[in-house]
């Protein structure tokens, strides 16, 4: 693999995983607010009155769980990324790697689905552009 291709990568896979995490802290500020931030432009009466917000709290924390998975997916996408450009002959390692944590970061809001998307890339490009293998290189390695 040359060089060309191994910056591309490099740089589509830390462009992706920061616009993942990102996504998922901008997912987080959102739902921090009561009913997200749409309660507090709209008012309580598009909501309903009985509408409370006991209801926010009971589900919050299933939000903030899609946010750690955000961020856990987006950290392992940037760290894929790094060390596909230090070890190039094990690109297809890490490039399944970014593909699974790309299709993980879906869950929360994927980087506003560009940075999912650009991950989901560069990962089939890392596997299907990478060095190949023939058996006895395998056997060696």
Excluded: C
């Excluded at 990962?123 to 190949?132: M, Q, R, V």
């Amino acid at each position: 693999m040359n060089d060309e291709k191994l910056t591309t990568y490099f740089s589509l896979g830390i462009a992706s995983g920061f616009l993942i995490i990102v996504g998922a802290l901008f997912s987080m500020i959102w739902w921090s607010y009561p009913m997200g931030l749409g309660y507090q432009w709209m008012g309580r009466m598009m909501y309903g009155w009985g509408y409370g917000f006991s209801y926010h709290m009971a589900t919050i924390g299933a939000y903030y769980g899609f946010v750690v998975v955000g961020i856990i997916s987006g950290a392992v996408v940037i760290i894929s990324s790094i060390l596909l450009y230090r070890s190039p002959r094990q690109a297809a390692l890490w490039g399944a790697i970014l593909l699974v944590a790309s299709v993980t970061s879906f869950v929360a809001m994927g980087g506003f689905f560009v940075g999912a998307l650009l991950g989901f890339v560069t990962g089939l490009l890392a596997i299907f552009s990478g060095p190949k293998m023939t058996l006895q290189q395998t056997r060696t390695v």
